[in-house]
């Protein structure tokens, strides 16, 4: 998309320039439009689960940039001659009832043949145009909150070798199908500075798309980080997906690891997520705020994981 022109529009408020969530486009003086679409393939063998999942996933775009899901359209592809649709109603099934959950209509969509399974949606979420929540408005002295534990990327890839422990696997789904709802309403009650959510570049690499966009940098406690118990002893094994290795080779170009920082956790800082929580920068005397309201609405994996600093500027410190 970087070689595609760039033609200014001043109704477009976040368009493919930056590299934040979902695109915002000014309708009125007091209402905005904000689009995405996200399709993953499956990571998990029940259907009903694998279509919550994805449609958590979809939506979690709009919460990050702090507006409101109102409609949505399926997008699916499967092998026809191979799998029954009646698996694919399952998955469908699975998407409409968390989209409901979300207050989310869905309205439509698109199936085509496909040698592979995909299944995801495009989301359309309303916002104040005032009110939108970028990835570039993070200042130092801010405290940086993550609402979701890591390690999905790690499990998933276990699940298809058959080394995540069962209780693991109930875990991850419990996670990746919650909802970022409840924790963008705490964002919004409060008051933020920035706002992205984490999936496939992993904690570290969506964490320095903020600092680099707001001009900043950050420092990450490695020990606050929420990781799943378990992930480590996976990442031990060996078991974690590509992603995270090359995700953890860009991180090394903007990351000063402290030397008391383990080989495992810093691939776990690294490790894709698909339905992450939401990294969230808000000004410190507001963190407490933040985190009650967050308990408020049961977001039980908030954590606090370090700061925002004014420099190095794209950089991120992690210590033990
Ligand atoms: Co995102
Ligand atoms: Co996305
Ligand atoms: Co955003």
């Known amino acids: 998309m970087q070689q595609l022109p760039k033609i200014p529009n001043p109704k477009v408020l976040v368009g493919i320039e930056t590299s934040d969530d979902a695109g915002v486009y000014q309708l009125s003086d007091d209402l905005a439009i904000v689009q995405t679409l996200d399709f993953i393939t499956p990571i998990v063998d029940d259907p009903y689960a694998f279509g919550a999942i994805a449609a958590a996933n979809a939506v979690s775009d709009i919460y990050a940039m702090g507006a409101t899901?109102?409609?949505?359209?399926?997008?699916?592809?499967?092998?026809?001659?191979?799998?029954?649709?009646?698996?694919?109603?399952?998955?469908?099934?699975?998407?409409?009832?968390?989209?409901?959950?979300?207050?989310?209509?869905?309205?439509?969509?698109?199936?085509?043949?496909?040698?592979a399974l995909i299944y995801g949606l495009t989301v359309t979420g309303i916002v104040h145009p005032q009110k939108v929540v970028t990835n570039s408005g993070a200042k130092p002295g801010d405290f940086l909150v993550l609402t979701k534990p890591i390690g999905i990327?790690?499990?998933?890839?276990?699940?298809?070798?058959?080394?995540?422990?069962?209780?693991?696997?109930?875990?991850?789904?419990?996670?990746?199908?919650?909802?970022?709802?409840?924790?963008?309403e705490a964002m919004l009650e409060v008051g933020v500075n920035a706002c992205t959510?984490?999936?496939?570049?992993?904690?570290?690499?969506h964490l320095h798309e903020v600092v680099a966009a707001s001009g900043v940098g950050a420092k990450v406690s490695a020990s606050e980080v929420p990781i799943l118990d378990g992930v480590l002893d996976l990442i031990e094994q060996k078991i974690f997906p590509g992603g995270a290795r090359s995700n953890k080779r860009f991180a090394d170009s903007f990351t000063h690891w402290?030397?008391?920082?383990?080989?495992?956790?810093?691939?776990?800082?690294?490790?894709?997520?698909?339905?992450?929580?939401?990294?969230?920068?808000?000004?410190?005397?507001?963190?407490?705020?933040?985190?009650e309201a967050m308990q408020k609405r049961g977001v039980k994996w908030a954590a606090i994981i370090g700061e925002i600093v004014a420099e190095p500027i794209g950089e991120v410190y992690v210590e033990p």
Do not use: W
Request: proline share 7%; with cysteine; charged share 15%.
């Open 258 to 291: 402290h030397e008391d920082v383990p080989e495992t956790v810093r691939i776990a800082l690294c490790d894709p997520q698909t339905s992450g929580g939401l990294l969230v920068s808000v000004p410190k005397e507001k963190v407490d705020s933040l985190m």
């Open 197 to 205: 959510d984490v999936t496939g570049f992993g904690l570290l690499g």
């Open 69 to 115: 899901p109102v409609t949505a359209l399926n997008i699916v592809g499967y092998p026809a001659a191979q799998i029954d649709a009646s698996l694919v109603a399952q998955i469908l099934q699975g998407g409409y009832d968390k989209l409901a959950e979300a207050g989310v209509a869905v309205i439509g969509g698109h199936t085509v043949d496909n040698p």
């Open 153 to 184: 990327g790690a499990i998933n890839h276990g699940i298809k070798q058959d080394k995540t422990p069962p209780e693991l696997v109930s875990t991850a789904i419990e996670v990746m199908t919650t909802l970022n709802k409840a924790a963008a």
